[in-house]
Nanobody, 123 residues
Framework: QVQLVESGGGLVQPGVSLRLSCAGD????????MGWFRQAPGKDREFVAS????????YYADSVKDRFTISRDNAQNRMYLQMNSLKPEDTAVYYC????????????????WGQGTQVTVSS
């Protein structure tokens, strides 16, 4: 299975932007549907955004639609989450996920996970 490493988290003020990255190892990155999830303290992990192997199809949670953009660069073995207009309720550990089944970007059934990166939005 591909190994995933997230980066780009940090402490930011409300209203600013942040971009998360998810790097895959030497496996063929383009074979995997990918997604971003997050888990806030005391809450279950929730879906944020996902995209197909090619990146041509995307899917967003209603809570982030119009603020977050998911993308991928298969040549660089990377996936991104551009987060704009951040809110305190976006505070969470953000995880990237992958699955060889392209349909996973809609079913949200991923079997490979990264370790997560902390995003804190606070004034």
């Amino acid at each position: 299975q591909v190994q995933l490493v997230e980066s780009g988290g940090g402490l930011v003020q409300p209203g600013v932007s942040l971009r998360l990255s998810c790097a895959g190892d030497g496996h063929t990155f383009s074979d995997y549907a990918m997604g971003w999830f997050r888990q806030a303290p005391g809450k279950d992990r929730e879906f944020v955004a996902s995209l197909s192997r090619s990146g041509g199809s995307t899917y967003y949670a209603d809570s982030v639609k119009d603020r977050f953009t998911i993308s991928r660069d298969n040549a660089q073995n990377r996936m991104y989450l551009q987060m704009n207009s951040l809110k305190p309720e976006d505070t969470a550990v953000y995880y990237c996920a992958a699955d060889l089944n392209d349909g996973a970007y809609l079913s949200l059934k991923f079997n490979t996970w990264g370790q997560g990166t902390q995003v804190t939005v606070s004034s």
